[in-house]
């Protein structure tokens, strides 16, 4: 298996600009989470699926973050506008019947100038 | 106050030496505790899962958990430098509105030198 898949691996953009992340899951696994990994806070969960289901996102910022899973193979993480402050990396992670044995993605580099 | 505390280090030993790397967290009803590796620009990985109190080796490793003083522990054996990343803790409870959620600690970095 390939494991997690992100992407992009690296995204630079400048304040205002919309910034879409995506995630493959592992192949069977039927939750996904989506992290946030800074120097200052360290790795935050932002919002997790189950079977294609937003169950909490109460991690998420502000109304500028937004998440979809349209499928058991895909889900996006979108930041509109975006500002410097977002800059940190992205951990999408999938897991099998619960949260304890989760697998991370490589994670995407977003810096916002 | 923070629901999971770890000291951020850095840590740095010799190699062969034995590792302790700590957490402490305030929430009673966590029940799963897991320590997370993570290297340099990689995602975090799964090293070891514990449920409950108790002790759990695998190889150079052993996790303990010490609900009692809501204190986790890793032990590492025999440390090599290939051991040097960050060490994240990270616990759930069993269920409820919160299955699914793990807190995580802040993470230690740890080298170790040959």
Redesign the interface.
Known sequence: DAG?IQSPRHEVTEMGQEVTLRCKPISGHD?L?WYRQTMMR????LI?F?NNVP??DSGMPEDRFSAKMPNASFSTLKIQPSEPRDSAVY?C?SSLQ??????????TRLLVL | QKEVEQDPGPLSVPEGAIVSLNCTYSNSAFQYFMWYRQYSRKGPELLMYTYSSGNKEDGRFTAQVDKSSKYISLFIRDSQPSDSATYLCAMSDEGGTSYGKLTFGQGTILTVHP
Do not use: K
Not at chain 1, 42 to 45: F, I
């Open positions: 997690v939750y989470f360290g790795l935050e969960l997790y189950n169950i909490d951990f992670a619960g949260a304890e044995t989760q697998y991370f993605g490589p994670g």
